[in-house]
């Protein structure tokens, strides 16, 4: 039989959130071991790299410099001063309302900082080397969890033995570590997907999100740093499953052409400089975020559509608040209490945003002339209020009431 490996914390998942927190947990003098069943892809043009984007909110970019992380970041990040919302719902794909939510309203600071997941990873993975009490065990998966009052025994794909005071589930929206200690969860599907890539384009972006608007869902370009010289963005493309089926399967020449077309000409023509990806659009959301010397954060508790920068930045409250409460006890990262008082903080506002979220997704891919119109009445309602928009755009960064 194995020998039995002691930890304090073991992370199933090293996606950017489990990674995140195997940094968090190893600077606060924890023993971690992260585990996840793919070895991590840290370069662009890589297969398998992940083509999406995160856009850093203010409150994710303050708990990710109090980890350290932030230094390693900040100088390959596009900071996100405006957050412009285009309704191109009327009879032709042109823009006929245009809003700029501008950080400068609320804030000294940008809305946030957008970073391609794959250089996080890249990054979170150079961080990790320097902490030794940190093990990153890439290939290797969480195969059986069994847990009792006292501690977590963790059995991983490669035979080893794990002992850990608190195990953190942090492997997706089909978590093993959920499923294995009994946590359902309610999905909602859309029969949406979405496409990302990264294109060029000839008009700078001006660091300003558009998130454009017609139906099927929003198609948001998101700033990069320039490529090649030229002006970037990355783009999620949310519709419904068979158009994104078709997109996906054009030639570079007919992509080009659609996706121009779907972007309003707001940038002139777009050119293609990376793969597409396919990712499946669901809201999920798990019954609690804890059992017994457990706790989820990130997919394995909570899924949305990429809508307003939501997504990983909560799963980053998530872990913010886990740290916070193990920071205060110590003594034992794994109490039942603590992990109680976790699900307490976070699992109603959780529900809350994902319930928001779907909401937005709802309204935008409405197809119906009238109910396009009715959307683009109400956008026009929010930010003709300036104080409703004030509260929206605090609301967006994580702000409470």
């Not at 519709?239 to 399967?249: I, K, W």
Request: charged content about 25%; hydrophobic content about 45%; glycine content about 8%.
């Amino acid at each position: 039989m194995a020998k039995l490996i002691d930890t304090d914390i073991l992370i199933s998942g090293g996606g950017v959130a489990g990674l995140t927190a195997a940094v968090g947990f190893g600077r606060a003098g924890f023993s971690v071991i992260c585990v996840d069943p793919m070895p991590p892809v840290t370069e662009r043009d890589a297969e398998g790299s992940d083509l999406r984007t995160t856009a850093f909110l203010q409150p994710s970019r303050d708990f990710l410099d109090r980890i350290g992380l932030w230094d390693r970041l900040a100088d390959h990040a596009t900071p996100l001063q405006v957050m412009r919302i285009v309704d191109a719902g009327g009879e032709t794909p042109e823009p006929r309302a245009v809003h700029d939510f501008n950080a400068a309203d609320i804030s000294d600071l940008p809305f946030g900082w957008n970073l391609p997941n794959w250089l996080l990873r890249r990054e979170m993975l150079a961080a990790l080397d320097g902490l030794p009490n940190v093990r990153f065990r890439p290939g290797t998966a969480t195969a059986g969890l069994l847990t009792r009052e006292t501690e977590a025994r963790v059995t991983l794909s490669d035979g080893a033995r794990v002992r850990a005071r608190l195990v953190i589930g942090a492997d997706g929206r089909a978590s093993p570590v959920r499923e294995a200690v009994g946590i359902g969860v309610k999905t909602t599907r859309y029969g949406q997907k979405a496409l990302a890539f990264a294109v060029t384009h000839p008009i700078p972006h001006e660091n300003v999100s558009t998130e454009i608007h017609r139906s099927g869902g929003p198609f948001t370009l998101v700033p990069l740093p320039d490529y090649e010289g030229l002006p970037s963005s990355a783009i999620v493309w949310m519709e419904r499953g068979p158009e994104v089926t078709r997109l996906a399967a054009l030639d570079v020449t007919a992509f080009e052409a659609e996706m121009s077309e779907r972007s309003c000409h707001l940038f002139g023509p777009l050119t293609l400089v990376s793969r597409r990806t396919v990712w499946p659009i669901i809201s999920q959301v798990a019954e609690r975020m804890e059992a017994e010397r457990t706790a989820l954060i990130a997919e394995a508790a909570h899924v949305m559509p990429p809508i307003g920068a939501q997504g990983l930045n909560m799963s980053l409250a998530d872990l913010r608040v886990l740290l916070e409460l193990i920071e205060a006890a110590p003594g034992d990262p794994g109490a039942r209490d603590l992990l109680r008082k976790y699900n307490r903080i976070r699992h109603a506002e959780v529900l809350a945003r994902v319930t928001g979220v779907d909401a937005l997704n709802r309204a935008s891919m409405v197809e119906a002339q009238g109910l396009r119109d009715l959307r683009m009445q109400a956008l026009n309602t929010f930010y003709s209020v300036a104080p409703v928009r004030r509260v929206l755009m605090r609301a967006g960064l994580g702000a409470r009431g």
